[in-house]
Each structure stands twice: as structure tokens, then as C-alpha cells.
């Protein structure tokens, strides 16, 4: 099969509160966004990895990409869904079988996630890796007063890459855009489709605020989780 990824790098990482939008922070002496792309590059070839990003940031992803002969690097939109979009629609020409699609703030994605979500795709529309939900869920209302708990049994923490057969998730993409969907299977799930949940990862969690920076490199460099 011929696999593509799109990995979503546009995001301005105003929740990091830091100036350096955290894709390009370093960790391990590596930015989070060049940590992605070496893991899908022992997998996938480097023509088939498409990187969206701020062009504003040009100068930090040239210096993350140093040494690495990527395709030209794809602008974002304002929303990570246009983001994305903005990758699909870069790959038309190619028309690979399947895509994987990553936010380049979870970098310790391993060779076990992926491979679980590509081998799910073979009998499912799209496929997702998630782990369950620990802690009990409340749903309180703007005055801060708990409305109600929400059981957790059925609830699952969505990560990426998801992965999607091409042709059917750029449809989607196309059906719905301009709408705000903060991950794509989201997409699949509006129009009935099935999406199939792969057993993830606690190291492949994202990296928002800044204390999960210290958390990430704890659980890439020494193993603990
Ligand atoms: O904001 P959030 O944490 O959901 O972003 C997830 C991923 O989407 C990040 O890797 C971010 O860089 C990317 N993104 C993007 N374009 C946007 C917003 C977010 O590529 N406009």
C-alpha cells in the first residue's frame, strides 16, 4: 500500500506561552516536529511526508530540517482542520492508498502506534490510537458548579497519527470546510463512517504546556511512563 503522512506543524502554540511555538522546541537536543518526522521516516519514504507550517516560522523549520531532504513544507491555515486540509489537497497528485495524519507536538511516537493504525486500516475507513480515560470526568457549568459526571467506561483520549484511507477523509475534508473539528476522525464520524480504536501510547501524548516538556523527555530518554 502506499502510505503518505501529513504532519501539522502551523499552530502558533499560544497555550505553551512561550514565543517559540513548541514544535520547534528542543528535546534531547532535537525540535519535537524533526523527533516526528525521523519515526515515520524509518517507515514511510521522505517524499511521501508532507509538513505544514507557518511560513513565518521559516528560519526555525530550516534549521529543524537540516541535513533532511523533505518536499517543499505546505502552509497552514488558521485552524489546524484547514491545516490540514491544506496537506490532503498536496497529495492529490500523488493519490497514496493511505494517510496518517500527526500533530508535531506529540514526538514520541513509536513504531508500535503506527504500525497498529496502518494494519487497522485494512478492514476500517479510518483508525485512531487512544487510551482510556483515568481520572472521573465532571461536566460543570461557566459558574465553575459541577452539572453532572459523565461515565467513563466508553470514553477514550484520542491521540494521533490517525489514519484514514486518502480518498475518503480528503472527501470529508472537503464536505466540511471551514468548520473547526479538532481531530479528523471527527470528520468521519459526522458522515457514519467507521473509525476503529488502536491501543496508544502515554509517551505519545501531547506536548501543550510547558511542564510536559520535562514529562516527554522523561518518557523518551529513560523510559518511564
Ligand atoms: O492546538 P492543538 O494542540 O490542537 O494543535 C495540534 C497540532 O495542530 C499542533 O501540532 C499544531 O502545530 C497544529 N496546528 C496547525 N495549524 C493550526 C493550528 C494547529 O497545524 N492552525
Not at 530540517?65 to 485552524?79: D, Q
Amino acid at each position: 500500500k502506499k502510505i503518505a503522512v501529513v504532519i501539522v506543524a502551523a499552530g502558533s502554540g499560544s497555550r505553551f506561552g512561550d514565543p517559540i511555538p513548541k514544535q520547534y522546541h528542543l528535546l534531547g537536543g532535537k525540535p519535537l516536529l524533526r523527533h516526528c518526522i525521523e519515526s515515520f521516516a524509518k517507515l514511510v519514504p521522505l517524499e511521501m511526508i508532507r509538513v505544514i507550517y507557518n511560513p513565518d516560522h521559516r528560519d526555525r523549520y530550516d534549521d529543524a530540517m537540516n541535513g533532511l531532504s523533505l518536499p517543499e513544507p505546505i502552509a497552514g491555515g488558521l485552524t489546524r482542520q484547514q491545516s490540514v486540509l491544506n496537506g490532503l489537497r498536496s497529495l492529490e497528485d500523488e493519490n497514496p492508498d493511505y494517510v496518517l495524519i500527526h500533530d508535531a507536538a506529540r514526538p514520541g511516537i513509536s513504531d508500535d502506534v503506527i504500525l497498529r493504525v496502518v494494519n487497522a486500516l485494512s478492514e476500517h475507513s479510518g483508525a485512531i490510537p487512544t487510551l482510556p480515560v483515568m481520572d472521573t470526568i465532571k461536566q460543570a457549568g461557566h459558574s465553575g458548579f459541577i452539572e453532572k459526571t459523565i461515565p467513563r467506561a466508553q470514553l477514550h483520549r484520542a491521540q494521533t497519527p490517525q489514519g484514514f484511507h486518502f480518498a475518503t477523509i480528503l472527501k470529508a475534508h472537503k464536505q466540511f470546510e471551514g468548520l473547526e473539528f479538532t481531530d479528523d476522525a471527527a470528520l468521519l464520524e459526522q458522515l457514519g463512517l467507521d473509525v476503529i480504536c488502536v491501543e496508544g501510547d502515554v509517551a505519545n501524548d501531547k506536548v501543550t504546556r510547558p511542564d510536559d516538556m520535562d514529562r516527554a523527555h522523561d518518557r523518551l530518554y529513560t523510559g518511564s511512563k
